[in-house]
């Protein structure tokens, strides 16, 4: 394994607190339980100007230190860096100017003991404007980052979403995707793309890459 890409909400971070304290923030607290078994939903329940503040706050920093880290991930991340594998935070988090996510999410990852963007062999791709769709970000950065033919097994990309497999299979990496509470069905993530390997939780992800790992010097 040369190296390993990761998404980050809903994938080494559980946004449930973040999206809860952004609803009591707009007085609509009553829409989390609403749609707390599925992806999204939030348009279904609030009207344009709360969905949009409600936006605003959710993906901004000012919440951010109330993600809780998936257990194990950290952990994993920081073995496979020691061994000398290249982690790449890539998210639909943004960096615009003026209006970043930047600082809250490296203060988180190095609150939870996640391997830090500053040191070697560690990269945090942010999205350069918060209207930029996450699937075309994602897909661009991944074929500029990796140009050339990948070998089987070379790069392995983690996430939640199907997109995010969508995004791994196009550019040769390995697409595995987490089974993130009732967010999405086996079927959804299933049926994203031909060869995807779902998995329950970081736990069980560090036992289906022990071969990978135990071989990477």
């Known amino acids: 394994m040369r190296s390993f890409v990761t998404d980050i909400d809903n994938t080494i971070a559980d946004t449930g607190n973040r999206i809860l304290r ?8 009553e829409v989390f339980e609403k749609t707390a078994d599925r992806y999204g939903g939030f348009g279904d329940y609030l009207d344009g100007k709360e969905e949009e503040e409600f936006w605003r706050l959710f ?30 935070y890539l998210t639909g988090r943004h960096e615009e100017r003026g209006d970043s996510m930047r600082s809250g999410t490296e203060s988180w990852l190095g609150r939870h003991n996640f391997p830090s963007p500053e040191d070697t062999g560690v990269k945090l791709f942010m999205k350069p404007r918060r209207k930029m ?15 050339g033919k990948l070998e089987p097994g070379e790069v392995i990309g983690v996430g939640d979403h199907p997109n995010d497999a969508l ?24 049926s994203s793309v031909s060869g995807v390997t779902i998995i329950e939780g970081w736990k069980g992800l ?12």
């Open 206 to 217: 560090e036992k289906e890459l022990s071969d990978s790992i135990n071989h990477t010097q």
């Open 22 to 29: 952004s609803l009591e923030e707009i007085e609509r607290v």
């Open 133 to 147: 769709e996450d699937r075309q970000f994602k897909l661009a950065k991944l074929r500029d980052e990796f140009s």
């Open 167 to 190: 995004v791994y299979n196009q550019v040769g990496i390995r697409p595995i995707l987490l089974k993130w509470s009732n967010l999405f069905s086996n079927r959804e993530l299933e």
């Open 59 to 88: 993906l901004s920093n000012r919440f951010l230190h109330l993600d809780e880290p998936a257990r194990g991930a950290a952990e994993l991340l920081r073995k496979i860096n020691r061994k000398g594998v290249e982690i790449i």
